[in-house]
C-alpha cells in the first residue's frame, strides 16, 4: 500500500452573486417596503376619517350571506373597521342606535340571508329593544324571505317585499343523510361505540334511517323549535299562533297574496324603498312607494350605513381601562394550532387557540371578567375537555367567566361551557349532547374488492387496534367500549361539578340528547335566556364593573399584522384536505376532517348528531 497523501480535489470558489442578482434582491425588498409604506400611509388616511353619521336618519343593516360570529380574515388593503360585521356586532349597533338621538329608524335589509336560529333570535332581541324605544323599523326583501329572515322581519312594524321576491316561510326540517347503503357496496364496515341512548351520530354509518330513540329526540327538538318560529311571528304579526300555523301550512309563495293575508304590509322596488323608507309613519307612504323615483329623489335618501356607524363603537376597542373580554370560540372541535392562514380559515376551533385567548385575558389586569361566546358543534373530546380546563383556570385567578351560547354549544362545545359561572343560551340555541362515541372504519371489505392483499407483522395482543384494515374482535371492542364509558363517566362529571347537580340528574338529562335553549333551561343545564349583551351585562356585574366596555379577544387585525404574526408562526397555515373521488359538501368535509383530526388520537369524539341543521 502507498505511503503517498491521497490528492484532495480542490474546493470549488465560493458563489458570487452578480451584480443583476443583487439588484433584484434590492429591488424586491425596496417594493416590499414602498407596499408597506404605502398601506401604512393609507390606513393612517382612513383612520383619520370620521363616520358618517347622519342627523335625523335611518340605520341601514344590510344582511346576506351566512351569519357569524367571527371577524372576517383581513385584506391586503382592508381596514379592519371595514370588515363584515359579526352577529353580536350587529345586535349590539341595532341597540346602541335605538338610544342615539341621531338615528330616527332601522332600514333591514335581508337579501339571501342565511344562519342558525341563535343568530336569527340574537338579532330579533335587538330589533325588538330598538322597536321598544319608540323608533320604526321596517324590514325589506328584494328577493327571496325564508323561515330564519321572515322570523326577524316580524320583530319590525312594517314588512315590505319586491314585487318579483318569492315567500318561502314553509315550515322547519332536518334532512340527515345515511351511508350503509353506500358503505356496504364499497365494502366499508363502521366499527364504531357510542355511549348515550340519543347519541346518534354513528347512526349515519350503520343504518338507513334513524332509530326510535333519535327519531323522539329529533321530534322533540323541531316541535321546540317550531314552537319558537309560530309564537315569534303570531306576536310580530299580531296573530293568533293558530292563523300562523294555517299560514305555513298552507303557504304562498307570491308576496301580493301575503300582503292580502296580512304577513306583509307592502310591495316596494329597491329603488322606492331607500329613498322613501325614513318617511314610514308619513299617511301617504304606500303612494309614495309607488311612484318613479329620480335622480334628484335619490338625493333625499336619509340612511346612515352600518359600517360608518360601527366605526364609532369600534373604536372603544382600543381604549385603556378595565372591561369585559370576548372570546368568539367557533366552529368544529380539534386538538393543535390550527390558526387561519394568509388565504383563509380552517373553520375549526383548535384547543391550542382557545388556550392562548384565555391565557392573554388572565394576564391582562384590565380584563374584569371574560365572556365566551361557544359556536361550536363539538369535535374531538380531548381537545374539549382541555378547553373546558382553560375556562377553570381562569375562574381560578378570580375572574368570572360568563358563557354566551349562539347557534350551537352542544356535546364537545357544552362540556368545555359545563364550569362556567353563569350560561346563556337563545331558545333555539342547539346544546346539550353530552355523550362520546369513537371507533374506526374497517376497510378489508375495500382491499378485497380491488383484489389486495394484507399482512401485518406485530407483536402485543391489541397491536392492531385502530387499524383500518380490519374490524373490532370482541376482547379489542371490550376495550374499547370501556375507554368510552370511563370518558362519559368524566363527562358526567364535568356536568355535574360545574352545574351543582348529582351524577344521576345529569344521565337524565345526558345520554348523548340535543336540546334547545328553552328545553336546556328547563334542565338547568343552563341559567338563563338571552344573547351577548345579557351575557356581558352578568360578567360585569360580577367583576363590580360601572362602565360597560367589551373588547375581543383576539383582536381585530391589518393584512400586516396577519402577515407579520404568520411569518413569525410556522404553524400558520396548516389545513386538513381532504381528496375524495366524489364530490362532497362543505359541511361533509367538515365532518370527515373532525373525524380525521379524532381517529388521529385514537379517541373519543364528542360531537353533534350529523352536523344537525334545521331548516
Not at 196 to 211: H, W
Not at 379 to 405: D, H
Request: aromatic share 8%.
Amino acid at each position: 500500500m502507498s505511503d503517498q497523501p491521497v490528492p484532495v480535489a480542490p474546493r470549488p470558489p465560493a458563489p458570487r452573486r452578480s451584480a443583476f442578482g443583487i439588484l433584484v434582491i434590492v429591488s424586491v425588498v425596496g417594493v416590499l417596503l414602498l407596499a408597506t409604506g404605502a398601506v401604512a400611509t393609507w390606513f393612517v388616511l382612513k383612520r383619520m376619517d370620521k363616520p358618517k353619521v347622519d342627523e335625523a336618519s335611518f340605520l341601514e343593516v344590510d344582511l346576506s350571506g351566512a351569519l357569524s360570529d367571527v371577524a372576517a380574515t383581513p385584506s391586503l388593503f382592508g381596514d379592519p373597521n371595514d370588515f363584515p360585521p359579526t352577529t353580536s356586532e350587529i345586535a349590539t349597533a341595532i341597540r346602541h342606535a335605538a338610544t342615539d338621538e341621531r338615528i330616527t329608524g332601522l332600514y333591514l335589509k335581508l337579501d339571501g340571508v342565511n344562519g342558525g336560529w341563535a343568530s336569527f333570535q340574537e338579532l330579533r332581541g335587538a330589533v325588538e329593544a330598538f322597536e321598544g324605544a319608540g323608533k320604526p323599523c321596517v324590514a325589506y326583501s328584494p328577493s327571496v324571505i325564508e323561515n330564519g329572515s321572515y322570523f326577524l322581519a316580524t320583530a319590525c312594524s312594517t314588512i315590505a317585499v319586491a314585487p318579483p321576491g318569492v315567500m318561502l316561510v314553509n315550515g322547519l326540517s332536518v334532512n340527515l343523510t345515511y351511508y350503509k347503503g353506500t358503505f356496504d357496496k364499497l365494502g366499508i364496515v363502521p366499527e364504531f361505540e357510542h355511549v348515550g341512548a340519543f347519541k346518534s351520530y354513528i347512526e349515519s354509518y350503520e343504518r338507513t334511517g334513524p332509530s326510535e330513540p333519535a327519531a323522539q329526540a329529533y321530534d322533540a327538538l323541531l316541535d321546540s323549535l317550531f314552537g319558537q318560529l309560530v309564537d315569534g311571528i303570531a306576536r310580530g304579526r299580531h296573530l293568533t299562533p293558530e292563523q300562523v300555523q294555517a299560514a305555513i301550512d298552507l303557504p304562498t309563495l307570491s308576496p301580493t297574496i301575503a300582503k292580502s293575508r296580512g304577513l306583509i304590509d307592502a310591495l316596494a322596488w329597491p329603488d322606492a324603498m331607500d329613498v322613501h323608507v325614513h318617511q314610514v309613519r308619513q299617511a301617504d307612504w304606500l303612494t309614495l312607494l309607488d311612484k318613479p323615483v329620480s335622480d334628484e329623489d335619490a338625493k333625499d335618501a336619509k340612511l346612515t350605513q352600518l359600517d360608518e356607524y360601527l366605526k364609532d363603537l369600534r373604536a372603544d376597542e382600543d381604549s385603556a381601562g378595565p372591561h369585559v373580554a370576548v372570546i368568539n370560540a367557533q366552529g368544529s372541535i380539534v386538538s393543535g394550532d390550527d390558526k387561519p392562514s394568509l388565504f383563509g380559515d380552517s373553520g375549526n376551533l383548535t384547543d391550542g387557540a382557545f388556550s392562548k385567548w384565555m391565557e392573554a385575558a388572565r394576564k391582562d389586569k384590565d380584563v374584569k371578567a371574560v365572556v365566551v361566546r361557544v359556536n361550536s358543534p363539538g369535535g374531538s373530546a380531548l381537545a374539549a375537555s382541555l378547553m373546558w380546563r382553560e375556562v377553570a383556570r381562569t375562574k381560578a385567578v378570580g375572574k368570572p367567566v360568563v358563557i354566551s351560547m349562539g347557534d350551537y354549544a352542544a356535546s364537545g362545545g357544552y362540556m368545555m361551557s359545563a364550569n362556567a359561572d353563569w350560561i346563556v343560551a337563545q331558545p333555539g340555541t342547539l346544546t346539550g349532547s353530552i355523550g362520546v362515541f369513537g371507533g374506526k372504519f374497517d376497510l378489508s371489505g375495500v382491499w378485497e374488492k380491488l383484489g389486495m392483499t394484507q399482512h401485518a407483522f406485530s407483536r402485543g395482543r391489541m397491536s392492531n387496534l385502530m387499524s383500518f384494515d380490519a374490524p373490532f374482535d370482541d376482547a379489542e371492542r371490550a376495550v374499547f367500549r370501556e375507554y368510552l364509558a370511563d370518558f362519559y363517566g368524566q363527562f358526567i362529571g364535568v356536568v355535574a361539578d360545574g352545574r351543582k347537580m348529582t351524577r344521576e340528574a345529569v344521565d337524565e338529562v345526558a345520554q348523548g340528547r340535543v336540546w334547545t335553549g328553552q328545553q336546556a333551561l328547563e334542565r338547568h343545564l343552563v341559567d338563563q335566556l338571552g344573547g351577548l349583551d345579557v351575557a356581558v351585562a352578568e360578567a360585569a356585574k360580577r367583576a363590580n364593573l360601572t362602565t360597560l366596555v367589551t373588547k375581543p379577544i383576539p383582536a381585530r387585525q391589518t393584512f400586516i399584522e396577519h402577515f407579520m404574526e404568520g411569518l413569525e408562526d410556522s404553524s400558520a397555515g396548516v389545513h386538513v384536505t381532504i381528496d375524495t373521488p366524489f364530490s362532497l359538501t362543505d359541511e361533509q368535509k367538515a365532518e370527515l376532517s373532525v373525524l380525521e383530526h379524532v381517529s388521529a388520537e385514537g379517541g373519543a369524539a364528542a360531537y353533534l348528531p350529523g352536523r344537525l341543521t334545521v331548516k
